[in-house]
Nanobody, 127 residues
């Protein structure tokens, strides 16, 4: 049904920047909130950022506030994650996901609120 394909991951030095893209299809893209999660080896999947259907509301994990920016281009069915001032702690596989809801609410940071996931893209930040 719904598909997401992430791209833009790679290897960068600490302090550098990277922009991830997620192209979505299969469901009316602009009708649903979108999120980014990440997972490092041996760790649980961690919430990173979310954006409402209109792009008017965003929510970020404390660990990335001020450094990461989530945005969306509904005309291109694409959501982005601009990552600046990267740290080695940001190293993980990053996943985009389509939410079950249209907007954001208090539960939008948990993975169970998202029903479709991409394959992930690796981000590695060296010191």
């Amino acid at each position: 049904q719904v598909q997401q394909v992430e791209s833009g991951g790679g290897l960068v030095q600490a302090g550098g920047s990277l922009r991830l893209s997620c192209a979505a299809s299969g469901r009316t893209f602009s009708s649903y909130a979108m999120g980014w999660f990440r997972q490092a080896p041996g760790k649980e999947r961690e919430f990173v950022a979310a954006i409402s259907w209109s792009g008017g509301s965003t929510y970020y994990a404390d660990s990335v506030k001020g450094r990461f920016t989530i945005s969306r281009d509904n005309a291109k069915n694409t959501v982005y994650l601009q990552m600046n001032s990267l740290k080695p702690e940001d190293t993980a596989v990053y996943y985009c996901a389509t939410a079950r809801s249209h907007g954001l609410y208090s539960g939008s940071y948990v993975a169970i609120e998202y029903d479709y996931w991409g394959q992930g893209t690796q981000v590695t930040v060296s010191a």
